[in-house]
């Protein structure tokens, strides 16, 4: 078994116009996905830029990044167990951020 | 077969009771003037939640976590807000009392009841057009959003939220108040609530193309809403009456529809599918109608859905009884379409032609000539009396009316039926 690193992108504004009782489902059907059994763990992340430090010479910078605007940020990241790509990518397919319009990318965590 | 509903982690429509309370308790403690403030701020508490909640857990108590939240976003909000002024300090000195209330303490929901009941009289105001009240009513109180009450009234979304901010504008400048109404206006108030509360069902009862779940929920929210009403000290027995109404035709809704979403008339259900315990809440309030007072439409519509409830089996329906209530019915809310409901009892009591005579006088009304359920009901009684040929022009009509999916599977049914029977007429009995 290989672990996977899933990176949910966000875009804060898009999940402001749901409803009352669609936001209640999205937290549900959120919730119930950390309870699968490949899932191994996560954390949210602030809705903001971050910052981004890069060597400048030697001078290393922090700046505002990766992204220039809170269009799009980081929302959090879970790790999960799966045999190789084909499989990470059929379980993330069932995650409910693609149902809202997210978008996540899949990583697989260097092991020896 | 019914499957029990998939239930989370969270109390079914947990945020939606809640947005409706949170925002009418806090446009109580900010003024209706304030009201889209105090939507946006309860609105920003759930998608708090949405971010939160997933990976940190759902609070030990939720709708107090959304309530406290709601009120300390409020408060910044009104800080943030340069137009109040020397209101400022009074509202937050307001907002802040009101965050440390206990939910769970009994005074504060008896409370957070009677803010709802304001907002709802707020909605329903006989100022307010009828449209506006029902949209009003769902955002606000009933915790819909803009696109599920478009949804539900095939509208788009745009008409909607126009819709509702024309009506709140018209209770900033009005000066539309949450004050309870006085004895003078209560009738008339009470009636314009009552009226909206039955539309919404209506619109949720009525099979049209609209989305099921949706239908339901409004089915759903109009009863929250007649329970409130009739929970509190303004209750009246027409209010009880209406209560009873909806819950004995709320009943049926799951034997209204088999497994392929074709509609059952109420002589081929299967009454075992019918909510038992809605029924009984339906029977209570039926004799909490009866306390006295002058009796009103609902009466009479909550009398007609009772005698149907009560018939256990098949064919046992009172429809002498029945008939009786329409005629009650027809004097107290002279209609076409009570008329046309009219005939129909007329036809079980006295027979197909009877109910054909009794519906001749609807055809020249210019806007029921083209209403489907007249023309399929004739053309029901037509071939209950054998005239095929006239049954089939009578159901090719209604299929040309606008109705829904559904009714229009229905139609092509009784069409194919009459066709069917007409083309071998020596099975004519």
Known sequence: MAEFLLLLHDEPTRLTRLSPEEMQKAIEKYMAWTKKPFYKGGKRLTQDTGRVIKANGGKPRATDGPYSETKEVMGGFYTIEAADYDEAVQLSLTHPHLEYGGTIEVRQVWAM | MTTPAETGPLLDHLFRRQAGRIVAHLTKLMGPAYLELAEETVQEAMLRALQGWPSQGIPENPAAWLFRVAHNLAIDAVRRNR?????????????????????????????????????????????????????????????????????????????????????????????????????????????????????????????????????????????????????????????????????????????????????ILLDEQDRSRWDQKLISLGFHHFDLSMAGGPVSRYHAEAAIAATHARAAVTGSTDWPTILELYDQLLALNPSPIVELNRAVAVAKVHGPQAGLQAIEPLEVDAKLRHYYLLLATRGHLLLELGRYKQATDYFRSALECRCSEPERRFLRRKLDDAAKWGRFPTCQL
């Not at chain 2, 009392?97 to 803010?115: C, F, G, H, I």
């Not at chain 2, 018209?170 to 009226?195: K, N």
């Open chain 2, 83 to 263: 137009t109040l002024r020397e209101k400022t300090d009074a509202m937050v000195a307001e907002l802040t009392r009101s965050s440390s209330a206990l939910l769970d303490d009994p005074a504060v929901e008896e409370r957070l009841r009677d803010d709802e009941l304001r907002m709802i009289f707020l909605c329903c105001h006989p100022e307010i057009p009828r449209d506006s009240s029902v949209a009003l009513s769902l955002k606000t109180v009933g915790g819909f959003s803009v696109r599920e009450i478009a949804r539900a009234f095939l509208a788009d979304d745009a008409a909607i939220a126009q819709r509702l901010v024309r009506t709140k504008r018209q209770i900033r400048e009005t000066g539309l108040t949450l004050d309870a109404p006085s004895p003078s206006e209560m009738e008339a108030r009470l009636d314009a609530v009552l009226e909206v509360i039955y539309f919404i069902f209506n619109e949720g009862y009525t099979a049209h193309e609209g989305d099921e779940l949706i239908r339901l929920d409004l089915c759903r929210e109009a009863l929250r809403l007649a329970r409130l009403v009739a929970g509190s000290s303004l209750a009246q027995p027409r209010v009880h009456a209406v209560v009873a109404l909806l819950a004995l035709q709320a009943a049926r809704n799951e034997a209204r529809v088999d497994a392929a979403g074709n509609l």
